[in-house]
């Protein structure tokens, strides 16, 4: 003989959900989110360190000192470069007209100092270079400056 089927129990709730919707979501310890918040500031501090260092270890700067207007057909520049001595520089000067429009463009070598040509051991010299133009220049400006190695 067989007996009567028996009525399946009810699953319990809990159980019920979770394979509805899926498991409760697990959350992190106090402890882990204390070490993870460290370790990403600990990250962050070393990179913009490594970004601040590295921008100043290869810098090239420039200064305008002035510019003078012989003719027409030419305008001398003078700046001064700072960058580490040893390192050879190029640089971008340019001649511009009455309506800032480039009229003389010339790329400038600036050779490696040594250590003992100037009073800061190097660093800065003064260049005054001329550029050849196509009309009437009224200003005369560095646009750019990097080491030629690059």
């Avoid at 700067?61 to 520049?77: H, P, Q, R």
């Amino acid at each position: 003989m067989t007996s009567p089927d028996q009525p399946a129990q009810p699953a319990p709730a809990d159980t019920s959900l979770a394979n509805r919707y899926g498991a409760k979501k697990r959350t992190l310890t106090p402890k882990a989110k204390r070490v993870i918040g460290g370790a990403a500031l600990a990250a962050g501090i070393g990179f913009l360190a490594w970004v601040s260092t590295s921008q100043s270890l290869s810098d090239v700067t420039f200064k305008d000192i002035g510019y003078s207007t012989t003719d027409a057909t030419l305008a001398e520049v003078d700046f001064q470069v700072t960058r580490e001595p040893g390192t050879a520089v190029k640089c971008a000067v340019k001649a511009l007209d009455s309506k800032f429009a480039v009229v003389g463009w010339k790329v400038v070598d600036i050779p490696p100092a040594e250590a003992t040509e100037t009073a800061d051991g190097g660093r800065t010299v003064a260049q005054r270079v001329a550029v050849r133009t196509e009309s009437l220049p009224v200003s005369g400006v560095v646009d750019s400056c990097w080491a030629a190695g690059t």
